[in-house]
């Protein structure tokens, strides 16, 4: 894996520290449920999706990505990880609507 994923691991990003609060305020500012399952779309090698399972630890957080080598990637750094969290190759324009709307969030942070 190249360097550029692997350092992806050392720091948070801002915006995934951004958009876990944002969860987290609309959750308790409008008495909202925390969501059952989060999907992760364009995961990559899986440290935003990691750090999104850590701020939300009872909830199904799923990373897809359509590369193959980024996914095997994510599977072997998270293989420690929570049950709750997993990553699955799969193409963006593959997936059936059915399918997204069984998530209560998505996130899209870069593409």
Same mark, same amino acid.
């Given at each position: ?13 801002? #915006? ?7 969860l987290l305020n609309a959750i308790s500012d409008f008495?909202? $449920? ?13 440290s935003n999706t990691r750090r999104i399972s850590h ?24 293989? $420690?990880? #929570?049950?709750?969290? #997993? ?16 998530f209560g969030v998505i996130s899209i942070q870069t593409?």
């Amino acid at each position: 894996m190249d360097p550029y994923h692997l350092r992806q691991y050392e720091i948070e990003y801002e #915006s995934t520290q951004k958009f876990c609060t944002f969860l987290l305020n609309a959750i308790s500012d409008f008495g909202y $449920s925390p969501p059952s399952k989060i999907l992760d779309i364009g995961c990559g090698a899986g440290s935003n999706t990691r750090r999104i399972s850590h701020w939300f630890p009872d909830t199904i957080v799923e990373g897809i990505d359509n590369d193959a080598e980024l996914i095997n990637a994510a599977l072997e750094l998270n293989k $420690s990880s #929570s049950k709750l969290l #997993s990553f699955h190759k799969k193409d963006l324009f593959g997936i059936q609507p059915q399918v997204v709307s069984n998530f209560g969030v998505i996130s899209i942070q870069t593409m």
